[in-house]
C-alpha cells in the first residue's frame, strides 16, 4: 500500500472515528486541573489501548501525540490529525532518541502532549521512561489518564487489550494528580500505579453512575 492509500485510508479512520465518538456520553473527572490563564504545559500519560476511549474528551488545542514511523503508523498519523490532533513522528522502538526530542520541542513550543507510555509493544502496563524524561526536562506537569466506558469491546487478540466504546456508549476519563517526573523516571511504578488508580477511579464512576461531572474547558 502505497504512502497517498495509507494517508487517505487514515483519514476517512479519522472522520470516522469522530463521527463514532459524537455519539458518545463522555464525561470527565479532574484531580488536576492546569491554571488556563498561565500556559502550563502537560504530559499526560496513559496505557496504551486507552486512546479511543480518550480521544472523545475535551481538551486543549494543540495537544501533540508520538506515532511510530512503522506503515501503520502513517494510517495512525493521518486519523489523528483528522481528530485535531498534533502528530509528532518516532517511537521507544525506533527513531527513540528524535521522538523524544520533538515532544520536548512541542513542550517548549507551548502544546501539551499525550503519551501511551507503555507503547509502542508492550509489555502491558509497564510504563517507559520517555514520558516522564520529556516531563521533567521540559519541566512540564506528568499527569495520569485513566479510562472506562461501557458498552464497550475488549479486542483480547491485541497485546494492549484495545478498547473500543460502541456507539451511545458512556465514557467516563478520569485524571490523576500530577507526578513528580524526575521520581517516575527513576522509578516507573510510581507512574504505573498513578495509572492504575486513576482507571480504577474511571471504572468506579462509570459503574456507580456518577452524576455531575467536572467537564475541562478548551
Known amino acids: 500500500m502505497t504512502v497517498l492509500l495509507r ?4 483519514t476517512l479512520l479519522g472522520l ?10 463522555v464525561q470527565c473527572y479532574q484531580d ?6 498561565r500556559r502550563e504545559r502537560v504530559v499526560w500519560a ?6 479511543m476511549a480518550i480521544v472523545g474528551a ?5 495537544t501533540g501525540v508520538l506515532v511510530s514511523w512503522s506503515r501503520d503508523g502513517e494510517i495512525q498519523a493521518a486519523a489523528l490529525r483528522r481528530l485535531g490532533l498534533r502528530v509528532h513522528r518516532g517511537s521507544s522502538s525506533r527513531g527513540g532518541a528524535a ?21 509502542p509493544r508492550g509489555p502491558r502496563h509497564r510504563a517507559k521512561a520517555g514520558a516522564a524524561r520529556a516531563a521533567a526536562r521540559a519541566r512540564a506537569h506528568l499527569v495520569p489518564v485513566g479510562a472506562a466506558a461501557a458498552p464497550a469491546v475488549r479486542l483480547r487478540g491485541v497485546w494492549d487489550h484495545f478498547m473500543v466504546p460502541l456507539p451511545f456508549a458512556r465514557v467516563v476519563v478520569q485524571t490523576g494528580a500530577a507526578v ?12 504505573e500505579r498513578a495509572i492504575a ?4 477511579l474511571a471504572r468506579a464512576r462509570l459503574c456507580r453512575g456518577a452524576a455531575q461531572p467536572m467537564r475541562v474547558k478548551t
Not at 494517508?7 to 487514515?10: N, P
Request: proline letters at 3%; a positive charge; charged letters at 20%.
Open 7 to 10: 494517508t487517505l485510508l487514515g
Open 16 to 25: 470516522l472515528v469522530r463521527l463514532w465518538a459524537w455519539t458518545w456520553r
Open 32 to 37: 488536576f486541573v492546569a491554571a488556563r490563564g
Open 46 to 51: 496513559f496505557w496504551h489501548g486507552h486512546q
Open 58 to 62: 475535551p481538551r486543549r488545542a494543540g
Open 99 to 119: 521522538g523524544l526530542r520533538r515532544l520536548l520541542r512541542a513542550l517548549q513550543g507551548g502544546e501539551d502532549i499525550a503519551v501511551a507510555v507503555d507503547g
Open 180 to 191: 513528580e517526573a524526575s521520581n517516575a523516571m527513576a522509578r516507573p511504578v510510581v507512574l
Open 197 to 200: 488508580s486513576a482507571s480504577a
